[in-house]
């Protein structure tokens, strides 16, 4: 029988103390995912979100090829990894690696176990609650910064990669796969050690649809419903038909504290001015009914400048019909 006993660093007891000096250099965001970069088999990997729900650390498969490990390294995994929904994926095992966090200066370096996971991610690494355990790191999403104690006692502040989180984001939208939050389980009766991965798919009809006609709206009702159910269905809207927003006229006065946008500018870029864009007949008569729909529900003003500022940005929906994501006004 063999033993495994990992090895626990000491820690210095250190105070981690995030302030307002650490929020001067972030770009102001809209709970952004918190990315940074490790150093780990020899090789900088970027790319690594810092999960604090997660009780695993996991390294995706493709990381792992990238990096040009042998998977004669890769131990048998004894647990098992679950995600809050979708599919099921098998763990290849586990491995563990000298990972060093460092924020240019000063630098800690430690033994990370990560479970090896085949599945597509926008991510390289999942830094979950082991790792920051581990090593007593605090990590901020306000701030964007993880803070860790070096084990001379220094504190190491690492930046959160604000970029690579957008894109990496982004990539996950265009792809269609989520990010991925795993718990462990006890392993299962067949020995097979899996991990279910979520995945976010818009909701669509199960089957074809009806249209029945409530209070002067069109609603779509399932097809495979039955005649008394769709009745109730009917009754049940129409007795809520004023919760249904209808245009933006429906939703004047949003409290700031419910619902507002806010534009995610990088204070070290320098501002660029559109060249102002001409609209054919269709997209002019567009942009000024919506404009007059908004202004009426009182969800923005009109605020003169004395030069251009950006175009409006408008264009045709899947569905076949105009929608306008920007108004900005001269």
């Known amino acids: ?160 990669d604000q970029k690579e989180a957008k894109r990496c984001y982004e990539n996950n939208l265009k792809t269609k796969r989520g990010v991925f939050v795993v718990t462990t389980r006890p392993p299962r009766e067949d020995g097979v050690f899996r991990v279910e991965i979520a995945r976010e798919n818009r909701p669509e009809p199960a089957g074809d649809v009806v249209e029945r006609e409530i209070g002067g709206k069109t609603f779509k009702l399932g097809w495979s419903l039955s005649q008394e159910s769709q009745d109730q269905v009917v009754e049940v809207i129409a007795r809520h038909l004023d919760a249904f927003a209808w245009s933006a006229s429906y939703m004047p006065g949003i409290d700031p504290d419910f619902l507002c946008h806010r534009l995610t500018l990088d204070p070290q870029v320098r501002p660029v001015r559109q060249r102002r864009r001409k609209f054919n007949e269709e997209r002019r008569l567009f942009v000024r009914e919506e404009t007059k729909k908004l202004l009426k529900a009182g969800h923005f003003r009109v605020i003169q400048y004395p030069e251009w500022l950006a175009n409006v940005a408008c264009g045709l929906a899947p569905k076949g019909h105009w929608c306008m994501w920007q108004v900005v006004f001269c």
Request: proline share 4%.
């Open 1 to 160: 029988m063999t033993v495994e006993v990992q090895q626990v660093d000491q820690t210095p007891d250190v105070d981690l103390v995030f302030t307002r000096a650490d929020l001067q250099d972030i770009i102001p965001h809209d709970n952004d995912p918190m990315v940074i970069s490790v150093v780990t088999a020899g090789r900088n990997v970027h790319r690594v979100l810092v999960d604090q729900g997660s009780s695993a650390d996991v390294m995706f498969l493709m990381t792992f090829n990238q990096l040009q490990l042998s998977t004669n390294r890769l131990r048998p995994y004894t647990g098992c990894l679950y995600g809050f929904a979708g599919d099921q994926v098998e763990v290849r095992g586990h491995i563990e690696l000298r990972t060093t966090f460092t924020d240019g200066t000063t630098s800690r370096t430690t033994n990370i176990r990560y479970c090896a996971v085949n599945a597509p991610s926008a991510y390289n690494i999942l830094l979950g609650r082991p790792a920051l355990n581990r090593i007593g790191a605090i990590a901020s999403t306000r701030h964007m910064k993880i803070k860790l104690p070096s084990l001379e006692g220094v504190v190491i502040t690492i930046r959160s």
